[in-house]
T-cell receptor
Framework: DGGITQSPKYLFRKEGQNVTLSCEQNLNHDAMYWYRQDPGQGLRLIYYSQIVNDFQKGDIAEGYSVSREKKESFPLTVTSAQKNPTAFYLC?????????????FGPGTRLTVL | GNSVTQMEGPVTLSEEAFLTINCTYTATGYPSLFWYVQYPGEGLQLLLK?????DKGSNKGFEATYRKETTSFHLEKGSVQVSDSAVYFC????????????FGTGTRLQVFP
């Protein structure tokens, strides 16, 4: 089955530690995205990548880093510089369908920083 | 800039009631419009879409019409089920970068038997 996998589903870390969230897709999509979801704020874009070895900052990139060494993988590192990292993180990938990109989402990782 | 405004929830309905979730947008040009649904503990799934004015998107009994004159894309369903309980997000493409989506804050729907 094609899809997007995120692991782990739940993640707990101590304050001050860096943590890396995994995102893998086997849909052969060129573009991948990371979003953060907080209650009452919808989804906010952290980083996105339109092609391997290239990525752009989204609206809330501070305190996060990414890499795109392979087409199918787009890991997100939450660094100690992120002031409030506890949130639900969603990864997506997309394929162009005419005038827009249809985005497909993974199941998410809930990060709790203690 | 581009933005999406959704009605605040939760929306609470009895089974078989009529559903409307309002969505209005601000954008230059002609963005594509989407409704996504998020079931508890899961990621988002595309529910329906419309790419130009007067287009009607539909899926699983849900409908939404792209109204350019009122900059709206309201979600409707004639008879909701308990299984429709979820959070619904309205979104549009950023006309300056169509690889990006701009989301509303989401509206929680609760349907009771």
């Amino acid at each position: 089955d094609g899809g997007i996998t995120q692991s782990p589903k739940y993640l707990f870390r101590k304050e001050g530690q860096n943590v890396t969230l995994s995102c893998e897709q086997n849909l052969n999509h060129d573009a991948m995205y990371w979003y953060r979801q907080d209650p009452g704020q919808g989804l906010r874009l952290i980083y996105y990548s339109q092609i391997v070895n290239d990525f752009q900052k989204g609206d809330i990139a501070e305190g996060y880093s990414v890499s795109r060494e392979k087409k199918e993988s787009f890991p997100l590192t939450v660094t100690s510089a992120q002031k409030n990292p506890t949130a639900f993180y969603l990864c997506a990938s997309s394929v162009r369908e005419g005038p827009y990109n249809e985005q497909f989402f993974g199941p998410g990782t809930r990060l709790t920083v203690l | 800039g581009n933005s999406v405004t959704q009605m605040e929830g939760p929306v609470t309905l009895s089974e078989e009631a009529f559903l409307t979730i309002n969505c209005t947008y601000t954008a230059t040009g002609y963005p594509s419009l989407f409704w996504y649904v998020q079931y508890p503990g899961e990621g988002l799934q595309l529910l329906l879409k419309a790419t130009k004015a007067d287009d009607k998107g539909s899926n699983k009994g849900f409908e939404a019409t792209y109204r350019k004159e009122t900059t709206s894309f309201h979600l409707e369903k004639g008879s909701v089920q308990v299984s429709d309980s979820a959070v619904y997000f309205c979104a549009l493409t950023d006309v300056y970068n169509t690889d990006k989506l701009i989301f509303g804050t989401g509206t929680r729907l609760q349907v009771f038997p």
